[in-house]
Nanobody, 116 residues
Framework: QVQLVESGGGLVQAGGSLRLSCASTAHLRSVVAMGWYRQAPGNQRELVARIDSGGRQDYGDSVKGRFTISRDTATGTVYLQMNSLKPEDTAVYFC??????????WGQGTQVTVSS
């Protein structure tokens, strides 16, 4: 079964940077976009950033200007560069493959903790 595998999470001080990666264990068909979402304890899962097959990017309001989503078209790996991290960025970050008309895929998540 195909899996999305996230990596790059960890503990960082406020103001620091991390880069998350999301790789698929096999080719996924019908992917129209790849996204990063996050979920903090007690909160709903929210969009962080998304990049579609044409390269268009969308960002959540709270991360605009600090986070950048990109993809390696050769390998299919998707990255999330996170700069100027804040304690409120602490969450589990999930990778999602948006597919149409097939079901979406989610990764298992990677923990990001930002200390003040």
């Amino acid at each position: 079964q195909v899996q999305l595998v996230e990596s790059g999470g960890g503990l960082v001080q406020a103001g620091g940077s991390l880069r998350l990666s999301c790789a698929s264990t096999a080719h996924l068909r019908s992917v129209v976009a790849m996204g990063w979402y996050r979920q903090a304890p007690g909160n709903q899962r929210e969009l962080v950033a998304r990049i579609d097959s044409g390269g268009r990017q969308d960002y959540g309001d709270s991360v605009k200007g600090r986070f950048t989503i990109s993809r390696d078209t050769a390998t299919g790996t998707v990255y999330l560069q996170m700069n100027s991290l804040k304690p409120e960025d602490t969450a589990v970050y999930f990778c999602k493959a948006h597919r149409a008309p097939l079901p979406d895929y989610w990764g298992q998540g990677t923990q990001v903790t930002v200390s003040s």
